[in-house]
Protein backbone atom coordinates (compact mmCIF):
# COMPACT_ATOMS: atom_id res chain seq x y z
CA UNK A 1 0.00 0.00 0.00
CA UNK A 2 1.56 3.36 -0.96
CA UNK A 3 2.07 5.88 1.75
CA UNK A 4 3.86 9.17 2.19
CA UNK A 5 6.84 9.15 4.81
CA UNK A 6 7.87 12.74 5.91
CA UNK A 7 11.81 13.16 7.15
CA UNK A 8 12.15 15.85 9.52
CA UNK A 9 15.03 16.89 11.66
CA UNK A 10 17.71 19.51 12.23
CA UNK A 11 19.87 20.39 9.45
CA UNK A 12 22.90 18.39 9.53
CA UNK A 13 20.74 15.26 11.55
CA UNK A 14 21.50 13.05 8.63
CA UNK A 15 17.89 13.24 7.47
CA UNK A 16 19.32 12.87 3.68
CA UNK A 17 21.44 9.86 4.13
CA UNK A 18 19.36 8.22 6.23
CA UNK A 19 15.88 8.82 4.10
CA UNK A 20 18.51 7.87 0.53
CA UNK A 21 19.13 4.92 2.25
CA UNK A 22 15.46 4.39 3.14
CA UNK A 23 14.30 4.97 -0.12
CA UNK A 24 16.93 2.83 -1.96
CA UNK A 25 16.19 -0.41 -0.11
CA UNK A 26 12.52 -0.36 -0.43
CA UNK A 27 12.36 0.89 -3.98
CA UNK A 28 10.41 4.24 -2.60
CA UNK A 29 10.51 7.46 -4.57
CA UNK A 30 12.41 9.68 -2.88
CA UNK A 31 12.07 13.76 -3.11
CA UNK A 32 14.52 15.61 -1.16
CA UNK A 33 13.53 19.66 -0.70
CA UNK A 34 16.97 20.63 -1.36
CA UNK A 35 17.43 19.57 -5.00
CA UNK A 36 13.80 21.27 -5.60
CA UNK A 37 15.20 24.60 -4.09
CA UNK A 38 18.29 24.49 -5.95
CA UNK A 39 16.53 23.39 -9.12
CA UNK A 40 14.55 26.70 -8.44
CA UNK A 41 17.65 28.56 -8.23
CA UNK A 42 17.56 28.82 -4.06
CA UNK A 43 20.97 27.67 -1.92
CA UNK A 44 19.85 24.67 1.50
CA UNK A 45 20.22 28.04 4.04
CA UNK A 46 16.96 29.91 2.35
CA UNK A 47 13.31 28.92 2.79
CA UNK A 48 11.21 27.10 0.33
CA UNK A 49 9.38 29.42 -1.45
CA UNK A 50 5.23 28.51 -2.33
CA UNK A 51 6.51 27.58 -6.47
CA UNK A 52 8.69 25.26 -4.35
CA UNK A 53 6.14 23.69 -2.20
CA UNK A 54 3.66 23.40 -4.97
CA UNK A 55 6.20 21.98 -7.42
CA UNK A 56 6.82 18.57 -4.56
CA UNK A 57 3.09 18.48 -3.52
CA UNK A 58 2.06 18.37 -7.09
CA UNK A 59 4.88 15.64 -7.52
CA UNK A 60 4.38 13.78 -4.48
CA UNK A 61 0.68 13.49 -4.94
CA UNK A 62 1.46 12.40 -8.98
CA UNK A 63 3.67 9.62 -7.52
CA UNK A 64 1.34 8.50 -4.66
CA UNK A 65 -1.68 8.43 -7.12
CA UNK A 66 0.63 6.08 -8.76
CA UNK A 67 0.53 3.82 -5.95
CA UNK A 68 3.87 4.90 -5.44
CA UNK A 69 5.13 5.19 -1.72
CA UNK A 70 6.90 9.06 -1.33
CA UNK A 71 9.89 9.76 0.99
CA UNK A 72 9.90 13.46 1.18
CA UNK A 73 13.37 14.71 2.90
CA UNK A 74 13.27 18.18 4.39
CA UNK A 75 13.75 19.88 7.96
CA UNK A 76 9.59 19.92 8.92
CA UNK A 77 10.02 21.32 11.68
CA UNK A 78 7.73 24.34 11.87
CA UNK A 79 3.88 24.83 10.77
CA UNK A 80 4.38 23.64 7.02
CA UNK A 81 4.28 20.13 8.32
CA UNK A 82 1.18 20.48 9.61
CA UNK A 83 0.14 22.28 6.37
CA UNK A 84 1.38 19.10 4.56
CA UNK A 85 -0.46 16.64 6.32
CA UNK A 86 -3.67 18.61 5.86
CA UNK A 87 -2.70 18.89 1.85
CA UNK A 88 -1.91 15.17 1.50
CA UNK A 89 -4.81 14.14 3.38
CA UNK A 90 -7.06 16.43 1.48
CA UNK A 91 -5.94 14.92 -1.55
CA UNK A 92 -6.51 11.59 -0.82
CA UNK A 93 -3.18 10.18 0.78
CA UNK A 94 -4.31 7.55 3.57
CA UNK A 95 -1.13 6.51 5.28
CA UNK A 96 1.28 9.11 6.81
CA UNK A 97 4.21 8.40 8.74
CA UNK A 98 6.69 10.46 10.27
CA UNK A 99 10.41 9.83 10.33
CA UNK A 100 12.34 12.15 12.91
CA UNK A 101 16.01 11.73 13.05
CA UNK A 102 17.51 12.76 16.53
CA UNK A 103 20.67 13.99 16.41
CA UNK A 104 22.22 16.02 19.91
CA UNK A 105 22.20 19.37 18.33
CA UNK A 106 26.25 19.87 18.52
CA UNK A 107 26.81 17.10 16.43
CA UNK A 108 24.18 18.35 14.16
CA UNK A 109 25.91 21.62 13.82
CA UNK A 110 29.47 20.28 13.54
CA UNK A 111 28.39 18.55 10.23
CA UNK A 112 26.74 21.59 9.04
CA UNK A 113 29.88 23.26 9.42
CA UNK A 114 31.49 20.91 7.20
CA UNK A 115 29.52 21.19 4.45
CA UNK A 116 30.94 23.10 1.81
CA UNK A 117 29.88 27.09 1.87
CA UNK A 118 27.34 26.88 -0.42
CA UNK A 119 25.64 23.79 1.16
CA UNK A 120 26.03 25.71 4.55
CA UNK A 121 23.04 26.78 6.86
CA UNK A 122 23.78 30.00 8.97
CA UNK A 123 23.99 29.80 12.62
CA UNK A 124 20.91 32.05 13.04
CA UNK A 125 19.01 30.03 10.82
CA UNK A 126 20.33 26.45 12.80
CA UNK A 127 19.45 28.15 15.86
CA UNK A 128 16.03 29.08 14.55
CA UNK A 129 15.19 25.50 13.59
CA UNK A 130 16.37 24.56 17.12
CA UNK A 131 14.06 26.42 18.88
CA UNK A 132 11.58 25.33 16.14
CA UNK A 133 11.82 21.83 17.49
CA UNK A 134 11.61 22.57 20.98
CA UNK A 135 8.22 24.45 20.79
CA UNK A 136 6.77 22.23 18.12
CA UNK A 137 8.43 18.50 18.70
CA UNK A 138 6.73 16.05 15.99
CA UNK A 139 3.53 14.64 16.81
CA UNK A 140 1.00 12.34 16.15
CA UNK A 141 -1.55 14.99 16.80
CA UNK A 142 0.19 16.21 13.56
CA UNK A 143 -1.86 14.02 11.75
CA UNK A 144 0.78 11.44 11.48
CA UNK A 145 -0.19 7.22 11.58
CA UNK A 146 3.07 6.80 13.12
CA UNK A 147 6.27 8.49 14.28
CA UNK A 148 9.55 6.37 13.60
CA UNK A 149 12.68 8.05 15.32
CA UNK A 150 16.19 7.38 14.19
CA UNK A 151 19.20 7.95 16.09
CA UNK A 152 21.84 9.53 13.63
CA UNK A 153 23.28 6.33 12.40
CA UNK A 154 19.89 4.99 11.51
CA UNK A 155 18.45 2.71 14.07
CA UNK A 156 15.37 2.54 15.33
CA UNK A 157 15.10 4.22 18.78
CA UNK A 158 10.97 4.79 18.91
CA UNK A 159 7.92 4.18 17.35
CA UNK A 160 4.60 6.54 18.23
CA UNK A 161 1.15 5.94 17.15
CA UNK A 162 -2.43 5.68 18.16
CA UNK A 163 -3.03 2.91 21.13
CA UNK A 164 -5.20 1.08 18.66
CA UNK A 165 -2.29 0.81 16.24
CA UNK A 166 0.29 -0.64 18.44
CA UNK A 167 -1.15 -4.08 18.48
CA UNK A 168 -1.21 -4.03 14.56
CA UNK A 169 2.70 -2.67 14.76
CA UNK A 170 4.28 -4.71 17.06
CA UNK A 171 2.23 -7.95 15.54
CA UNK A 172 3.94 -7.46 12.36
CA UNK A 173 7.45 -6.05 13.86
CA UNK A 174 7.90 -9.98 15.75
CA UNK A 175 6.85 -12.07 12.81
Given at each position: MAKLM????LPGSGKSTNLTKLA???AYEYISFDTV???????RAESST???FEHIGSHMLELYRRGKTVVLDGTF??????ELIAFARANGVKRIQGIFVDTPEE???ERVQAR???????RKLFDGRVRHLKEFPPQISDGFDSIFVLNEVGELVKAKMPREREREFNSRRLS
Open positions: VGMGQKYREAFGLSPEVLNGYRRHAWSAEEKTT
